[in-house]
């Protein structure tokens, strides 16, 4: 998985350059909000696994698509 790019930036800052609300990243990720406000301070490099393999392709802009109000 590629990270180049995005590693050194937080959750929420990328999310929100996604214009993803941590509700709608939440609902994406098929996972309560309150996980998503607890890493929202994290840097990308350091999401525990699973769910740094969920994230990262959505906050890099892979999976937009999968997002159907965007």
Do not use: H, Q
Request: charged share 35%; proline share 6%.
């Amino acid at each position: 998985m590629f990270l180049f790019g995005i590693k050194g930036k937080t959750v929420k800052e990328l999310r929100k350059n996604r214009g993803l609300t941590a509700r709608e990243l939440a609902i994406v990720l098929k996972i309560d909000t309150v996980e998503i406000l607890k890493i929202d301070e994290l840097k990308v490099k350091d999401i525990p696994e699973p769910l740094k393999t969920k994230i990262t392709p959505i906050l890099r802009g892979d999976d937009l698509d999968k997002i159907p109000w965007l």
